[in-house]
């Protein structure tokens, strides 16, 4: 699977941004799918996951209320609707998949597949 994440950019604080992740290869709903991202001189973190079908997600404590992920498997894309951006937001994000069969996958070593990033920065 091969994934390109696009849709970042430059926003004020208080604005919306949504990304795009676009997947090629095997069939994209055999996967699930997430966010993560990685702020300068810090660790990559997790933003939010989806299931297979979609039905379930989750998402990390700081996102809640701010971040959607959703996913449209007939465009083999996941989305990542990011509303009340704060400039701690700022990092590249990154979206990934995984074959494990966990429903919901939190951790960036349960995914096989990662797309190249794409930098949001959040002004304030």
């Known amino acids: 699977v091969q994934l390109q994440a696009f849709g970042g950019g430059l926003v004020q604080a208080g604005g919306s941004l949504r990304l795009s992740c676009a997947a090629s290869g095997r069939t994209f709903s055999s996967y699930a799918s997430g966010w993560f991202r990685q702020a300068p001189g810090k660790e990559r973190e997790f933003v939010a996951a989806?299931?297979?079908?979609?039905?379930?997600?989750y998402y990390a404590d700081s996102m809640k209320g701010r971040f959607t992920i959703s996913r449209d498997n007939a465009k083999n894309t996941v989305y990542l609707q990011m509303n009340s951006l704060k400039p701690e937001d700022t990092a590249v994000y990154y979206c990934?998949?995984?074959?494990?069969?966990?429903?919901?996958?939190?951790?960036?070593?349960?995914?096989?597949?990662w797309g190249q990033g794409t930098l949001v920065t959040v002004s304030s």
């Open positions: 990934a998949a995984g074959s494990e069969r966990a429903v919901i996958i939190t951790t960036a070593r349960g995914y096989d597949y």
């Open positions: 989806i299931s297979r079908t979609g039905g379930s997600t």
